[in-house]
């Protein structure tokens, strides 16, 4: 769950926070209620392998949990996120502007070279920023280090082209703010908008950071 809405710190000891015994997890076991227990206290994202490593059941047995549980949650006020191997709870995009006003303002709004830069970032990712200024014609350094600062935006990794320039892509906090649960759940694009964002190469050479 993200920071404001957690329950607390998963704790490093093994122990709840009251200090009694952690999520009653047996090795070989995962339930479906373990699992939405164990994401609510957790203070970050977890992975699919750390998920299982805790439990002690193999890949396909976390897959299964993770897919019962956003069934169960499809209608209520919280929702299971995924990025890539991480997994998250989060407040449902239905109770965005509640939620807003709870914790005080409403998100910042995004300027126009914002949204689309961030638009090119989450349907080409990974991309290097040599290939975001290709398709907008334009210097995005300011751009994607807001969007960075913002947490919309995340480091992927390095390249193999020559220079090794940085890889971009989306994180927890571009699903949550769009509502999203997966990147699946992207917008299809009109024919003349995909046609010019994914035309443009990923790689022309080397590129500078």
């Given amino acids: 769950m993200s920071p404001e809405f957690q329950g607390g710190a998963l704790p490093e000891d093994g122990l709840g926070s009251a200090g009694g015994p952690a999520v009653d997890a047996g090795p070989g076991e995962l339930t479906e209620t373990q699992l939405e227990a164990l994401l609510f206290v957790a203070e970050r994202p977890l992975t ?4 299982a490593g805790l439990a002690g059941v193999d890949r396909e047995t976390v897959d299964g949990r993770i ?18 191997e991480r997994v998250e709870m989060a407040t449902s995009p239905e109770a965005g502007r509640l939620i807003a006003r709870y914790v005080g303002a409403d998100a910042p709004r995004l ?10 970032v989450a349907y080409r990712q990974p991309c290097t920023r040599a290939t975001i ?12 280090r807001t969007l960075m600062h913002r947490r919309l ?12 320039p940085i890889l971009f892509g989306t994180g927890f906090d571009f699903l949550e ?15 003349p908008v995909a046609e010019r964002l994914f035309t443009a190469p990923d790689e022309a050479g080397p590129e500078s950071e």
């Fill in 177 to 191: 703010r769009f509502g999203l649960t997966s990147l699946d759940g992207l917008p299809v694009l009109e024919a």
């Fill in 153 to 164: 935006v995340v480091e992927l990794g390095r390249s193999e082209a020559p220079g090794r």
């Fill in 133 to 144: 200024e290709r398709i907008r014609g334009v210097d995005s350094d300011y751009t994607l």
């Fill in 111 to 120: 300027s126009m070279p914002s949204l689309e830069t961030l638009a090119i």
């Fill in 48 to 51: 699919r392998a750390e998920i």
């Fill in 67 to 84: 897919g019962d549980l956003q069934v169960s949650l499809a209608e209520r006020g919280i929702r299971l996120v995924e990025s890539g």
